[in-house]
């Protein structure tokens, strides 16, 4: 059932293991785990790492960026309401909609989804929290301190101002050569460190920490969503975060990625942005579907139908949307043949949309269907998406598309697919598990009222719009003249845009009604049949007093007798161990338990590596290069700052872990929660250094044409570089392997650290040959090849520094390897990202020689 | 209200030429399946609630089949052949630009330059012959804008570094309005052009008389 060290040359674990912790009675139980889970009160809140705290925290915070969101939008409303209204001039308009488009998307809907993940995830899975409580600690501080520098810019009235897409080069130092760009590219990057975290974290923690038993096959229909989003997120989000990377040192240091009379192009930010932008919009609606395939069993009385089904179709799902990118550029003059492959493509998500919405009412139709305030909302989103899925495929139609696209047409077709396919979810979500959060059962009265109120509010603002689009009203325009004929309907959309705000309005006064008067309620309000509502409610810090076994598919429990066996501590783990905080990672696929995860105490080092992290971004705002590397070294240094408490300085064995069975801790098994943390966080590095390559080759091949100038790269040095790295990273499985054996890794890890350092010794001087990296972006791209390279043998030489003092230390022995099996995966991936980067810089640099004599090449210079 | 949208001079569903005219049929097309699928979908969604009877023994797989595979999948098929059939002369973009009128787009404002007219140049305004199509070869100065008469047809960007092509058609002479579509900056909403289509009789003779202004 355990999972030990697979190396054969492995020595047999300690024997005997340690007993088990004593029974207590279900009140001690409830006093001695709270005791230690618990988030100390007062200024010690600021040191939660606990997943119900943080969660909460998550879904607040989202809720007040919407709200400014909102505000924004009605200023918007206003300034449109008429023709020639003289509220605001373009300059503050065109902050208006960059800002409430880019709140709505990155403040807003991906921290209210993760918040509801971090919340509920380890609930429906029958875990006491996330696999990594510290990480979403310091997620959720990168997302409040990232908002707060977007906000703060507004407040100061230089926010963006270039749409929420930043299309250059009107976003470029050129054209916008004040800080507002950079607010964006900076800010929304710092936002966006939090949305990785929280991808890994969900990854991990859907395919690690489950109840034993909840096979994969077993597990809530809404870990599938959420599991699938967050693999999205890993491949979606580092697209963005190059790009970033890329317009910024164009702006901050004149590197011409984008610029055409550089070798640079436009469209490889378009590229770039919607490779990330596409996949986006349904990692907002996923999640929420994950929770309508929640609510509605709950309300039909039965089982999802069809969920096998589902689960493929929200695959096909995530697999083409990254495949339709190109359908938001449409008009940039693509080829005959691609417009028909992405007009096809984009048609086709309507299948497995439509599978899942036939799956809900398949679900209904199979079941005996109950009303009530959740169903209501969902009502809503079925008609407000599906409006939205329908004139989404109306743009897929290429010719319509050019009609359509960039006028107040897509501002229509956009909200109802976010609001229907997000907001109305969202707020069915917010009844539904209100009462988990707070006890307090839902009330109707204003739910209701409320409710209408947004629906037709929502659709007199939108549906008009599609109109006023096809009239030839363009999206972003401050102001239209009278005889555009645009009058009416903008002002129609104004009022409905302000119906809609006032049902917002009732909709918060009546969570805050429910929250102080709602009646209060023991277990499961809604009969669902799901785990999270085996938790006492509210839940405690610890969420389970202990963990069931799980014997059945998850969407068929009955919550109220588990609750009260795991209440009485009856299960796994239903003990106090030394008031560690204990919850078990099983095997992937079977859901065998497998290891005991101990999880970090609350503390600080979160918001200080924020505080940190922070000051980087805003040194790198300010231009103050110096203070941005101390603070990188800070940063640093506070993350290294964590690993003490990490790991143990003796061998344990496995652990008792209740129902007569034992699991070593997680630190001795093989797979660990961080060993997968690790793989999944070089998959997203790997993607962005895949968009990195690919933008070197998108401009080598259909970039305008300008003649680069050569590129010297000595082969002795690139031959010596990946030589390094190559040796660097067997020297660290080496490592790995004498430590297994019982033996002294140090010799090898002294390798491990210098063959890095090597490379990098003798890729600087390639780099300093290079010349002037501004002159051409062939030169500027080869320049970030190289730059991305050395760091990352400089980490690579870290880990392996990190793993001699680890030894030093006493943390390492045969049994408990994985700081350097952390460290040989980083370096694996540094020695074959080296290979990769080091022969398309070759590929490049001969690329640049060919290519200017190649005839016909697409889209020349004018 | 909806009739608002039908008229007006930006209207793309008061079309004054071919390309737009196809895009106006296709939306009507479009937007009457629309009507029928939502319909359908609620109408599901009452007999589900009510009335599952209805549906016989069972009826979930057949909903997820029906519903979610076959009926989408054939819509999506036949919608894709209309949109072929009525887009094809848009997509048919010129492939050579001899003949073509180089339109270019600057922060704010468009500029147009007639070929084999001694270097006739226009600003603000675009003269085409009507009832005849006219290739555009479009490229910008600066930033990105996007080239659009919404009653002739679709619109395509100017970017720079790129030359971009379009074809369009009016069918008649007249005067029509036309956009920057492409969000551009401080006066992306000022960015209007007028186009007036003249007889192609006279078409010579204004290209001649701009190229006289032109030159002085
Ligand atoms: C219900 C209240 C809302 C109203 C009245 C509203 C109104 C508007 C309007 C009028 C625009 C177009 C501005 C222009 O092009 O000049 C716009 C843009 C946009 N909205 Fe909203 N919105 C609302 C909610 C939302 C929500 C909930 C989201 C996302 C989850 C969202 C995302 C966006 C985005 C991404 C844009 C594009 C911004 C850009 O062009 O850069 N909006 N909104
Ligand atoms: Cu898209
Ligand atoms: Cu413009």
Redesign the pocket.
């Known amino acids: 059932m355990t999972e030990r060290m697979t190396d054969p040359d492995a020595p047999p674990a300690t024997p005997t293991p340690p007993s088990e912790p004593p029974r207590l009675s279900p009140i001690r139980l409830h006093k001695a785990l709270s005791a230690a889970w618990g988030t100390p009160p007062g200024l010690g809140r600021l040191s939660a790492v606990n997943h119900t705290v943080l969660g909460k925290r998550f879904i607040i915070a989202a809720f007040v960026f919407?709200a400014i969101?909102?505000a924004l939008?009605?200023l918007?409303?206003v300034q449109?309401a008429t023709s020639e209204t003289a509220f605001v001039g373009p300059d503050v308009?065109n902050q208006f909609?960059?800002m409430?488009?880019?709140v709505?998307?990155f403040l807003?809907?991906i921290p209210m989804f993760e918040g509801f993940a971090i919340y509920l995830l380890p609930k429906m899975l029958g875990a006491r929290d996330m696999a990594f409580p510290r990480l979403t600690a310091y997620g959720f501080w990168c997302y409040v301190f990232g908002g707060a520098i977007l906000v703060a810019a507004l407040v100061a009235g230089v926010a963006p101002n270039g749409?929420?897409?930043m299309y250059t080069p009107l976003t470029s130092s050129t054209y916008t050569p004040g800080i507002n760009s950079d607010v964006w590219l900076l800010g929304v990057t710092f936002v966006e460190i939090s949305a990785l975290t929280a991808a890994i974290e969900i990854t991990v923690s859907v395919l690690k920490l489950r109840a034993p038993g909840m096979s994969i096959d077993r597990m809530p229909i809404m870990a599938w969503y959420l599991l699938i989003t967050a693999f999205m997120m890993l491949f979606g989000f580092p697209p963005l975060i190059l790009g970033s990377i890329l317009l910024e040192l164009e702006r901050a240091a004149d590197l011409p990625f984008f610029d055409p009379l550089r070798g640079g192009d436009p469209l490889l930010w378009q590229h770039l942005f919607w490779l990330f932008g596409h996949p986006e919009v349904y990692i907002?609606f996923l999640p929420a579907a994950g929770a309508v395939s929640m609510m509605i069993p709950t309300f039909a009385r039965h089982e999802l139908v069809g969920y096998r089904t589902v689960v493929v179709a929200v695959m096909a799902v995530a697999f083409l949307s990254f495949g339709l990118w190109v359908h938001h550029m449409f008009t940039v003059g693509i080829p005959h043949l691609a417009l028909a492959f992405f007009s096809a493509a984009s048609g086709l998500v309507a299948i497995p949309t439509a599978v899942q919405i036939f799956a809900w009412l398949g679900t209904i139709a199979a079941g005996r269907p109950r009303y009530d305030v959740p169903m209501l909302y969902l009502g809503g989103f079925l008609a407000v998406f599906v409006i939205g899925g329908l004139t989404g495929v109306m743009l897929a139609m290429v010719p319509f598309n050019f009609q359509a696209h960039d006028t107040?047409f897509v501002?229509a077709h956009?909200?109802y697919v976010?609001?229907g396919g997000?907001?109305f979810p969202m707020l069915a979500a917010t009844y539904y598990w209100l009462p988990h959060i707070t006890g307090r059962a839902c009330e109707r009265r204003l739910a209701v009222p409320a409710f209408w109120l947004i629906f037709v509010?929502?659709n007199l603002?939108?549906f008009l719009?599609h109109l006023t689009g096809l009239a030839g009203m363009p999206?972003?325009?401050?102001t239209y003249p009278e005889s555009a004929g645009w009058d009416g309907l903008n002002l129609l959309?104004s009022v409905?845009?302000f119906l809609?705000?006032m049902g917002?309005a009732l909709f918060v006064m009546d969570i805050v009604v429910q929250l102080r008067f709602g009646r209060r309620f023991r277990r499961n309000p809604w009969q669902a049949r799901t785990l999270e509502w085996a938790t006492p409610t509210p839940p405690p810090a610890y969420a389970f007093a202990a963990l069931p076994r799980i014997a059945d598919r998850a969407d068929r429990l009955d919550p109220g007798a588990i609750g009260v066996a795991l209440a009485r501590g009856e299960g796994y783990l239903g003990f106090d161990r030394d008031g560690r905080m204990e919850t078990l990672a099983v095997e992937m696929a079977s859901g065998a338990p497998q290891q005991v995860v101990v999880l970090p105490k609350p503390t600080y080092l979160p918001l200080a590596t924020g505080l940190a992290t922070g000051a980087v971004v805003l040194a790198l705002l300010f231009k103050l290069y110096l203070v941005a590397l101390l603070g990188l070294a800070a940063t640093l240094a506070l993350f290294l700052a964590w690993t003490p408490s990490c790991g143990a300085r003796a061998d344990s064995g496995p652990l008792p872990i209740g129902m007569g069975e034992t699991a070593p801790p997680h630190w001795e098994a093989a797979r660990p929660p961080s060993w997968w943390a690790m793989v999944f966080t070089l998959a997203a590095d790997a993607t962005l250094f895949g968009s990195l390559l690919f933008g070197g080759v998108f401009l080598a091949v259909v970039g305008p044409a300008v003649p680069a100038p050569p590129i010297v790269l000595p082969p002795a040095l690139l031959i010596g570089a990946g030589a390094a790295l190559v040796a660097g990273a067997a020297a660290a499985a080496f490592a790995v392997r004498r430590l297994v054996a019982g033996r002294s890794p140090a010799a090898a890890l002294l390798a491990a650290l210098v063959l890095p350092l090597a490379a990098v010794a003798l890729l600087l001087p390639v780099i300093g040959g290079l010349g002037d990296p501004t002159l051409h972006a062939s030169r500027a791209v080869t320049f970030v090849t190289l730059a991305y390279l050395i760091l990352h043998a400089l980490i690579a030489a870290l880990f392996a520094g990190f793993g001699l003092w680890r030894m030093r230390a006493g943390f390492l022995s045969a049994t408990r390897s994985l700081d350097l099996r952390l460290g040989a995966l980083w370096h694996g991936y540094s020695a074959a990202a080296g290979i990769a980067g080091l022969a398309f810089l070759c590929g490049l640099s001969l690329l640049g020689v060919v290519l200017p004599a190649v005839p016909g090449v697409e889209g020349g210079p004018p | 209200m909806a009739l608002a949208a039908c008229g007006g001079p930006y209207s793309a569903l008061a079309p004054a030429g071919p390309v737009a005219a196809n895009v106006a049929l296709l939306w009507w097309i479009m937007a009457a399946g629309a009507t029928i699928i939502f319909l359908a979908v609620f109408v599901a969604l009452a007999i589900v609630w009510r009335r599952p009877a209805l549906l016989g023994a069972a009826p979930e797989r057949r909903l997820i089949l029906w519903g979610g595979l076959a009926l989408p999948g054939a819509i999506l098929l036949l919608l894709l052949a209309a949109a072929f059939v009525l887009g094809e002369r848009l997509v048919a973009a010129a492939r050579e630009d001899e003949g073509a009128i180089e339109v270019i787009g600057r922060r704010w404002e468009w500029s147009f330059r007639y070929p084999g007219a001694a270097g006739a140049v226009s600003t603000g305004t675009l003269h085409i012959p009507a009832g005849e199509d006219v290739a555009f070869r479009v490229i910008s100065e600066d930033v990105i804008h996007a080239f659009w008469i919404p009653r002739l047809g679709g619109k395509i960007d100017a970017i720079p570094g790129h030359v971009t092509r379009i074809r369009l058609r009016a069918d008649a002479p007249g005067v029509y309005g036309g956009v920057c579509a492409e969000?551009c900056g401080t006066d992306h909403a000022a960015m209007f052009f007028r186009v007036e289509a003249h007889p192609p009789e006279r078409y010579a003779d204004v290209l001649a008389g701009l190229a006289r202004e032109t030159g002085q």
């Not at chain 1, 999206?475 to 401050?478: A, F, H, L």
């Open positions: 919407f969101g909102g939008a009605m918007i409303r449109l308009y909609f960059t409430h488009g880019s709505m998307m807003f809907a749409g929420w897409f907002i107040h501002v956009l909200h976010l609001v997000f907001v509010g929502f603002t939108f719009m999206r972003r325009v401050w959309s409905g845009g809609t705000a917002f | 969000f």
